[in-house]
């Protein structure tokens, strides 16, 4: 009941194109989601974040959609670019002092020029 | 703003010693966590000190350990070394509020020969 579930593993999107990463929880509990972008040999970064009373959040080109009922979540990436390549966690966390975060396995993003 | 700060970078070990790793925090947060993340796999949650109190460890043997100091920084240890203990060993901070973003440091990367 712990886990986050993502998907794809892997995603090869052209330049110009959106990318889209799906995450699915069980537990009713979280609270919080957050997504983070990982470059090689680097930690991962906080990328975007977002609370269940929403039902989307945008910054910039990254978009977090969720939806309550379903218990998902998904980032979108419009207008990808070879920057963007790198592997992206999703994650959700609990509202209580226990601050658990529980990542998902990982997204690697590979967007061709 | 500094960022989370881990040293070494890299540390090499053979089976059976004592590996000590180490972690500063962002200036003003007294939550630190432990990952372990083994090559091409999510992050799994080793321990979480706040205050310089263990507050919550992962489904790790006991021979992974640490310690939260007066200023915040951290240490991991991991005893009897294992080859599967081969893996970038990451240290995030947050501040003790509930669902504070964790942010990340780069990590050490262990390995065991």
């Known amino acids: 009941q712990q886990q986050v579930k993502q998907s794809p593993q892997s995603l090869i999107v052209q330049k110009g194109g959106i990318s889209i990463i799906n995450c699915a929880y069980e537990?009713?509990?979280?609270?919080?989601f957050p997504w983070y972008q990982q470059f090689p040999g680097k930690g991962p970064a906080l990328l975007i974040a977002?609370?269940?009373?929403?039902s989307e959040k945008k910054e910039g080109r990254f978009t977090i959609s969720f939806n309550k009922s379903a218990k998902q979540f998904s980032l979108h990436i419009m207008d990808s670019q070879p920057g963007d390549s790198a592997t992206y966690f999703c994650a959700a966390s609990i509202r209580d002092y226990g601050q658990n975060f529980v990542f998902g396995p990982g997204t690697r993003l590979s967007v061709l020029p | 703003e500094a960022g989370v700060t881990q040293s070494p970078t890299h540390l090499i070990k053979t089976r059976g010693q004592q590996a000590t790793l180490r972690c500063s925090p962002i200036s003003g947060h007294t939550s630190v966590y432990w990952y372990q993340q083994a090559l091409g796999l999510g992050l799994q949650f080793l321990l979480w000190y706040d205050e310089g109190e263990e507050r919550n460890r992962g489904n790790f043997p006991p021979r992974f350990s640490g310690r939260q100091f007066p200023n915040y920084s951290s240490e991991l240890n991991v005893n009897a070394l294992e080859l599967e203990d081969s893996a970038l060993y990451l240290c995030?901070?947050?501040?003790?509020?509930?669902?504070?973003?964790?942010?990340f440091g780069d990590g050490t990367r262990l390995s065991i020969l």
């Open positions: 537990n009713t509990a979280f609270d919080y």
């Open positions: 977002i609370r269940p009373d929403v």
């Open positions: 995030a901070s947050s501040s003790s509020y509930s669902n504070q973003p964790q942010h």
